[in-house]
T-cell receptor, first 114, second 114 residues
């Protein structure tokens, strides 16, 4: 089983719909992240959380919100999806004890907004 | 501010040939540097990392990278390409300032010809 699990893996939705992408991890890491991948742009950080009570905006947080329900769960929401949010979304984790901040990724959630 | 530049969005090599993927970074403080690999329909996984100490870093699958501070570079090499190396490769930088965030390059897709 994957250590970092994302659901759904694929989702097609329409403009204006609310969408939630979920991430759960069994690695026991405190730090969790949501990234967005677009061709030619690499990965860009949307939100990150260093523990359950800590939520921080990344470089492209507009139009997104997150919830850290537990140490192991970190959800990303699009309150009103728009076509330019079509992308591949990755959840990642890292352990606090690892100063270098190596990231462990889920397999991604591909979102298409029509 | 940190940034990462990967030279060449696509690189094509013949099987058995040298692989060279270029990465330059900017950082005002000593960085941690990473190469991640993404195989089709998968998440990213760590290939290798530079933290401190030896500037030549060896990773999985025969890849290595050399940290050159004077050139602000962290190029990835492999002496002999294999078909299974075909993937997208991301260079990334992280420092313990700026919110402990990891910044990714745009990625380089490696094609390996038989």
């Amino acid at each position: 089983d994957a250590d970092v699990t994302q659901t759904p893996r694929n989702r097609i939705t329409k403009t204006g719909k609310r969408i939630m992408l979920e991430c759960s991890q069994t690695k026991g890491h405190d730090r969790m992240y949501w990234y967005r991948q677009d061709p030619g742009l690499g990965l860009r950080l949307i939100y990150y959380s260093f523990d359950v009570k800590d939520i921080n905006k990344g470089e492209i947080s507009d139009g997104y919100s997150v919830s850290r329900q537990a140490q192991a769960k970190f959800s990303l929401s699009l309150e009103s999806a728009i076509p330019n949010q079509t992308a591949l979304y990755f959840c990642a984790t890292s352990p606090e004890y690892l100063e270098t901040g190596e990231l462990f990724f889920g397999e991604g959630s591909r979102l298409t907004v029509l | 501010a940190q940034s990462v530049t990967q030279l060449g969005s696509h690189v094509s090599v013949s099987e058995g040939a040298l692989v060279l993927l270029r990465c330059n970074y900017s950082s005002s403080v000593p960085p941690y540097l990473f190469w991640y690999v993404q195989y089709p329909n998968q998440g990213l996984q760590l290939l290798l990392k530079y933290t401190t100490g030896a500037t030549l870093v060896k990773g999985i699958n025969g890849f290595e990278a050399e940290f050159k501070k004077s050139e602000t570079s962290f190029h990835l090499t492999k002496p002999s390409a294999h078909m299974s190396d075909a993937a997208e490769y991301f260079c990334a930088v992280r420092t313990n300032t700026g919110g402990f965030k990891t910044i990714f390059g745009a990625g380089t897709r490696l094609f390996v010809k038989a």
